[in-house]
């Protein structure tokens, strides 16, 4: 029996430190390689880490809410098998949310198992956790390869909180929304809660809780520290502010054809199961629009203005931790349809913490869509290192006139912030005219 310290991995794109947010483990725990055994927090996002090693965790080396440099040793485990080196984890770390709850999961770990994302897709399977009643691991994987997958069930009902499936994304979606996973009914095919669950279970919670009003804190003031994703969006807007001459125009849109055309869509036997709002088409527009103008999707450097000639289309996403910009690479290759599972994935990943540091970077243009919270438009600061940014305000029937009649219409505002250096007005309004004009008549982008 020996002593193993895990070292803290760098998770991405050559960041420096990291900030402990909760262990998963306790001096004592028996713990098996792959399993999350701790939460952290970088200036990019938010992502938890698999343990290396399987044995007894000896202590914990770091205390949560420290913040510690790459390298550092932060739990010590008395392992007799052999670890995974810790440089491995680096770009990995983020499927750790693939692991299920390790919670009376399967005992018999041998030498040589590895982290997930390596080896055999095999192994992973055998450590699934059995529900009660069922064959052990290695016995049911044999007996799934025989069979056919089991119905869907209608539906689980509510666990206690010992016997809750639900893996670690879900059970931090069900945090940050405050939803209870024993009052959930599991959906999933092995009796798991899925992210749908949680989040059903959330929309009908929140119609008890808007009309509550909260209670003032007894505390007169709360002092929160700047630091990680906090830290990061600070510094990125006050550089974007000070460095780049923002510029903004306006403009109504009558939306009426581009609600009648994502009603469409949702009835689609293509889309059938994916969330289409009208996001995808403001998504498409603007790309369709960077073509027609493609000063507005550039760089600036001191020295030279480079053109981008493809689309690393930026969602801005507000998450529990904070603001983040992950972006679509090469959306201007996608279809319609691909563009929506990709903006799926990406609110999705988004909304569960697991962005990695590399989907945030490289962006070319973003939109954020400030309708969501009922808001007209908005003056957005631009996204570093990027020269346009359009905000998509509230989408809402008001009168407008037609053919020399008032009518009842989809209208929305548009806004957009522009790096003056590089973007003139006359460029600026010519983009968001076109933007515009495919909210309109969404049949432009057959063009």
């Known amino acids: 029996m020996t002593t193993s310290e895990f070292l803290l991995p760098d998770v991405g794109e050559g960041l420096t430190e990291a900030e402990i947010v909760s262990w998963r483990v306790k001096p004592g725990d028996t713990i098996v390689v792959n399993q999350v055994v701790v939460e952290i927090e970088t200036a990019k996002s938010l992502v938890e880490l698999p343990s290396p090693f399987a044995g007894v965790v000896s202590a914990l080396l770091v205390d949560e809410g420290q913040t510690v440099d790459v390298g550092s040793p932060i739990i010590s485990v008395s392992t007799d098998e052999t670890p995974v080196p810790t440089e491995r984890l ?14 009376g999961s399967v005992t018999d770990e041998k030498p040589g198992a ?3 994302g390596y080896g055999l897709k095999g192994h992973a399977a ?5 529900a009660p009643g069922t064959a052990p691991a290695s016995q049911s994987t044999a007996v799934s390869q025989q069979s056919a997958a089991p119905s869907r069930p209608s539906s689980v009902p509510a666990a206690s909180a010992s016997s809750i499936i639900a893996k670690p994304p879900i059970r931090k979606l069900a945090k940050d929304l405050g939803v209870d996973l024993s009052t959930v009914v599991a959906t999933g095919l092995a009796g798991e809660i899925t992210r749908d669950d949680v989040v059903r279970q959330a929309s009908q919670a929140s119609v008890f809780r808007n009309i509550e009003t909260p209670q003032w804190s007894e505390q007169r003031e709360e002092r929160i520290p ?4 906090r830290k990061a969006i600070a510094t990125a807007m006050v550089s974007s502010a000070f460095t780049a001459p923002h510029v903004g125009v306006f403009v109504d849109v009558d939306a009426t054809r581009t609600m009648e055309f994502v009603k469409r869509l949702k ?3 293509d889309f059938a199961g994916i969330k289409v709002s009208p996001l ?3 998504a498409k527009a603007i790309i369709w629009a960077v073509r027609r103008n493609p000063t507005v999707n550039a760089q600036w450097t001191d020295s030279e203005i480079i053109v981008k000639h493809f689309v690393n289309f930026g969602i801005a996403a507000a998450t529990p931790r904070g603001l983040i910009v992950p972006n679509i690479k090469d959306a201007h290759t996608l279809s319609l349809l691909d563009l929506a599972r990709a903006i799926e994935n990406l609110t999705m990943t988004a909304r569960d913490g697991k962005t990695q540091p590399a989907e945030m970077a490289g962006g070319t243009i973003t939109v954020t869509n400030i309708g969501v919270f009922g808001m007209d438009t908005g003056t957005p600061i631009l996204n570093p290192g990027e020269v346009a940014i359009v905000a998509l305000g509230t989408i809402k029937q008001k009168p407008w006139v037609v053919d020399g009649e008032v009518r009842v219409r989809y209208v929305t505002t548009l806004g957009a912030s522009f790096d003056h250096r590089v973007v003139d007005g006359d460029v600026a309004s010519r983009f968001l005219a076109d933007v515009a004009s495919v909210i309109e008549e969404p049949a432009l982008l057959l063009d």
């Open 90 to 103: 680096g770009s990995e770390a983020g499927v750790a949310s693939s692991v299920a709850d390790t919670a």
């Open 126 to 130: 055998s450590r699934r956790r059995a």
């Open 226 to 229: 700047v630091k990680g994703v």
């Open 280 to 282: 995808l088409i403001i």
């Open 114 to 116: 590895v982290l997930v």
């Open 267 to 269: 009835n689609s036997t």
